[in-house]
């Protein structure tokens, strides 16, 4: 077998590889249609944004043009009316801040809890491993659905204390607080229900920004003679804190603007009270004992207010109905700051 | 026959040994406070294993592993990777037990106790074998509070206690000088060397008498490597080492005695001269020498 010669000069096949190009207006026709290409879709991605961007706008438009001359002081400070001058949407304000309340303090250390438990502790067994798939399964459920459960479950409670109508029994809490067998279509139900629908959506949440903290840090913790306890609550959670936060504000957005289970459950369409009574901030101060009453009384809800407005025969009610939503959206719009605020405030404490 | 540690020494380190007995093969000087001809049978056993085998499900990955830490001395493992020493280093302070599946038979006495019983509390296991990591991982937290939180989950509140601490083991640390000005600010800032050493100065913080490293040096600059093998050299008068190394320069460096691994099996341990230029075994030379791994 003859092995090539060895040579220091290059052979003629590599010194033709080398033509020339040129750069400034790429002669060859390819380079052009892909440069054109490329544009194209450059241009399609921009006229999506834009397309979304200018709905959203026209959309926002047509309300604040609606609500003008309607939206008040006024609005925010009277419960809802027959006459459409006069109709204000304190009583559903109240209702929601209640039903959310609630929820954010049954929801959010259920869901960190769950989520905790299901990335800290659980082994990696057919059912932990059946529970994380149906969890995103749950989290895609219509809430009308959660809506019908809680009917049942909650508001009528099986019928177990007989028919809802009835009301007769109820238990007392140290007796300050009633709180009525079956509960019926009270705040409290409506939290629960509300409190199903947005679980699921923490608990995902909440498990992506633990399972995001690099496990070196859980590792060096324990080997520093950290508990499991304790590398969860000076390592682990403070480091998912920021993920978990924006998870639960955006499903108490969620639950703020949520309408069916409501409807579902029972809640009022028009009510002229507040819950329990309170219909300023300086109640709270000033009658705190109304407090606890509050989740046992029934209510009604910004969304459910709005669709009562707009679902009115004639022009009268729309300025009503584009009012309510735009103190939903202004709601809606503080409790986003608020997620910006936390998430700037716990990541403040990690110094990455 | 010139070897393989021979290869890595400048010329004039080579004439300089040249003048020493002829041996199988040299070794580097030792950092300032590691004497290689310790008489360690005066040291007591911090760490004796006998007969350990470690099974991460059906694999099994230790085969009757029986060695001996004297106190206040260092042992190198050394061997090709995936033989089993991050394996056996951490079978020292159970951090095996946070991995599923993991069995291990066999006895681990530290102070005279089995610490693979199922009754000893790993808390205060750890506390007393302390651990160092390939990867320097310091919490997203400053660096007061990064050395700080060993004291602090063991229940120390006191401030000025706290304070003392974290100075006494940022210095033993030999980082104090660097960062005594910036405490409160974020330990992610530090260089990759300024980060492990205060990962050694966190495990100082509770008080051990053991530390384990596992690679302390393999992700570091020439230089911070030379820190950390000083620094090896002035703890090892107080503290029991253990390190895992896949520099056999640095092994030779740091070490009293040198344990030698090969898939699973412990080959051959020693002083650490003996293992370097006369090991009895050939397996043991072929791989300082070069030959494979
Ligand atoms: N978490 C683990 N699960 C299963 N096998 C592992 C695990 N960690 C290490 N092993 C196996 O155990 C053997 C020893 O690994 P290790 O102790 O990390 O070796 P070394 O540190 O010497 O490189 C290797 O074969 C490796 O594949
Ligand atoms: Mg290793």
Redesign the interface.
Known sequence: MSTPPLSVTPQPSDVQSLKSVNFISGSDSTIRRRLFLSRVFAWCCRIATYSALAALVALLASIIVNCLGRLNLSFITSVNSVDPAEAGILAGLWGSFWLISLTTLMSVPLGIGSAVYLEEYAKDTWLTRVIKVNLSNLAGVPSIVYGMLGLTVFVRMFDLFGSSAAKSKAINLLGIVKIPLPLGDIILAGALTMTLVILPIIIIASQEALRAVPSSIRTASLALGATRWQTIRHQVLPAAMPGISTGVILAVSRAIGDTAPLIMIGALTVARFCPAGIDSPVKLLTEPQRILQAPMDQFTAMPIEIFHWAKQPGDDFSPVAASGIVVLLLVLSVFNGFAVWIRYRTSRGLKW | MVTFIETLRSPIERKAMATSPTTVLRVPPAVAGVDRDMDMSQHPAAITARGMNFYYGENQVLFDVNLTVPERSVTALIGPSGCGKSTFLRTL?R?ND?I?GTRCTGEVLIQGQNIMEPAVDV??L??HV??V?Q?S?P????IFDNVA??P???GERNRAILADLVESCLQKAALWEEVKDRLG?????LSGGQQQRL?IA??L??NPQILLMDEPASALDPASTSRIEDLIGELCANYTIVIVTHNMQQASRVSHQTAFFFEGNLVEVGPTTQIFTSPSQKKTEDYITGRFG
């Open positions: 302070n951090m946070l599923e808390v205060l750890r506390k302390g651990m990591f990867k991982t919490f997203p937290k400053s939180y060993g602090r989950v063991a600010e974020s330990a992610m800032a990962c966190r495990a913080a509770t």
